[in-house]
């Protein structure tokens, strides 16, 4: 089915002159680095890594090395080193070029009207800050049901939905194709909830018949027989991701299962997660993320948005940026959670 199917492409924003693309954050970085040294800016970042996971809440590593291999390891250097790169990044590991190759990040929210459930509006707007703190130009673009999902964002935020305009959602993303090609081409993608089922192979739909997904994961979800999956979560993030521990806030039927294609997202202290008894909550593969928390999510993780900045950017730190009241909220959120 032809993008117009839905309605216009809808066009990101040319910058402002307030954005400040990929250009000068180059020069941002340069200049960090003039004022540091290259050595020290180095040395910056092996000590971020170097820290256990709970003291690096500010900055948090991916370590590519471990998720990603040497080669993306060596291709930041050079893609956002000193020297600005003559010729356009080889191919990476997984089929993913540099994307930011435009002025700005391309933050793509899918489907306000059908999928935010619990505030996971918030999720964009999180990661439209977190990038804007560390002068990064944004252009976000929320992209309505009846348009086609353009293909060249950066990241994609895909949230939670009730039963019915999850059915609506999935059938429309199938026919509309766009984020699938999004994926293919390498696409930062992070679903919540209803997002994450849409995401699997297929899930129960709101007649209680099996609705295929995108199969951007390899997981399906069946109707839970318990109760429902529902409070706040707390969860050890996958030590490949070396993020600090997820809080957030579940409310679920669905059952997710995952195949070998995928690994979970995080292991549940508190709370259901999947909901398959085994403790897993949410699932990763290369750059596609899939979660059952709301909260939302970035709002009280916001290393979580921070990752998906570097991994846009395909830097392995992001300068400092103040954290003062996710701290907070964290700090309340997580109280709550643990049983007195
Ligand atoms: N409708 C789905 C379920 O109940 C997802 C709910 C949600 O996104 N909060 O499993």
Not at 82 to 94: E, L, V
Not at 212 to 219: A, I, K
Request: glycine fraction near 12%; hydrophobic fraction near 30%; aromatic fraction near 8%.
């Amino acid at each position: 089915m032809s993008d117009q199917y839905y309605g216009q492409q809808p066009q990101f924003g040319e910058p402002g002159q307030g954005d400040y693309g990929q250009q000068q954050y180059g020069q941002y970085e340069q200049q960090h680095q003039q004022q540091y040294g290259r050595q020290q800016y180095d040395r910056y970042e092996q000590q971020h890594q170097q820290q256990p996971p709970q003291q690096q809440y500010e900055q948090q590593q991916y370590d590519r090395q471990q998720a990603y291999g040497d080669q993306q390891q060596h291709q930041q250097h050079q893609q956002y080193g000193g020297d600005a790169p003559q010729q356009p990044a080889p191919q990476q590991q997984f089929g993913r070029s540099s994307r930011m190759s435009e002025s700005s990040l391309r933050v793509v929210w899918v489907y306000p009207d059908l999928l935010s459930t619990y505030g996971d509006r918030g999720n964009a707007l999180v990661v439209e800050r977190r990038a804007r703190q560390r002068g990064l130009g944004v252009q976000r673009i929320d992209v309505r049901s009846d348009q086609s999902v353009p293909t060249s964002g950066d990241i994609y935020l895909i949230g939670g939905g009730e039963d019915r305009p999850q059915r609506l959602a999935a059938e429309r993303l199938r026919n509309d194709g766009g984020l699938v090609r999004a994926a293919e081409n390498g696409a930062i993608i992070f679903s919540v909830c209803a997002g994450f089922q849409i995401l699997g192979h297929e899930f129960v739909n709101d007649l209680g018949e099996r609705e295929p997904g995108l199969g951007l994961l390899d997981v399906w979800t069946v109707r839970g027989e318990g109760a429902r999956c529902v409070g706040d979560v707390l969860a050890d993030v996958n030590p490949q991701l070396n993020l600090p521990q997820l809080t957030g806030f579940e409310n679920h039927q669905g059952v997710t299962h995952l195949g070998e294609g995928v690994s979970p997202l995080a292991t549940v202290q508190v709370g259901r997660g999947n909901g398959t008894g085994d403790g897993t909550e949410g699932a990763w593969r290369d750059t596609v993320f899939g979660t059952y928390l709301h909260g939302p999510v970035m709002a009280r993780n916001p290393a979580v948005a921070d990752m998906l900045i570097k991994l846009a950017l395909d830097v392995n730190a992001l300068p400092p940026a103040d954290t003062t009241w996710y701290d907070e909220l964290r700090a309340e959120r997580i109280a709550a959670a643990r049983p007195a």
